[in-house]
């Protein structure tokens, strides 16, 4: 019973961050979405590929249960950072069907296994996994880049949240204006 509990509660949590991770390129135009935000290259769109790999990787190789469509591999040094960023050959659109290909893919390996089903990663120093805990790797893996898209799309546009309409935070700009003002206080003031 607590299997089922533990093993739905994980998987609802992670179909929802999916979305975040989608929604967080609604609205913005091809060059926002591309261009590198960080000394390191990344950018939105990056982000949704890299996790489309990932999926692919855990929900499918992990337990013997592939995607069905090539992809770059982890282990290839000739394919070194292919999956944080999309050419000028691909859409926006190829990208985020893939993402929700390997997601339904991802969800159907989800579905078929039970919670303790073994699986194997062998890149990782304790190589024998069960699902729970790639749900939790996954989950994990997601919601920390949804929150560098998060800071990245406020970077863009000052929209933040998980959805329109829920950016978590008021929308009264003299309120952030004060507030960024008396934290930029705050750190000059040890800065001097």
Not at 4 to 31: C, N, P, Q, T
Not at 71 to 93: I, M, Q, S, V, Y
Not at 168 to 180: G, K, L, T
Request: with cysteine; proline share 6%; aromatic share 8%.
């Amino acid at each position: 019973m607590i299997d089922d509990f533990a093993k739905e509660y994980l998987h609802s949590d992670l179909r929802e961050i999916r979305e975040v991770m989608l929604w967080k390129l609604d609205g913005l135009a091809e060059y926002d979405i591309r261009r590198p935000l960080t000394a390191t290259g990344t950018n939105l769109l990056g982000l949704v590929k890299h996790l489309s790999i990932s999926e692919s990787w855990y929900f499918g190789e992990v337990f013997d249960r592939p995607f069905p469509e090539p992809l770059p591999r982890w282990n290839d040094p000739r394919e070194r950072g292919a999956h944080l960023w999309a050419t000028e050959h691909e859409t926006r659109e190829e990208i985020v069907e893939r993402y929700r290909r390997v997601c339904a893919h991802s969800d159907a390996t989800i579905a078929a296994l039970a919670i303790d089903s073994p699986g194997h990663v062998p890149w990782w120093p304790r190589p024998d996994v069960k699902l729970f805990n790639i749900l939790v790797h996954m989950l994990t893996e997601t919601s920390r880049h949804a929150g560098h898209a998060d800071i990245l799309r406020e970077q863009l546009d000052g929209v933040t949240g998980t959805a329109a309409g829920n950016g978590n935070q008021p929308d009264d700009a003299a309120f952030w204006e004060a507030h960024r003002a008396k934290v930029e206080r705050a750190a000059q003031a040890l800065n001097a």
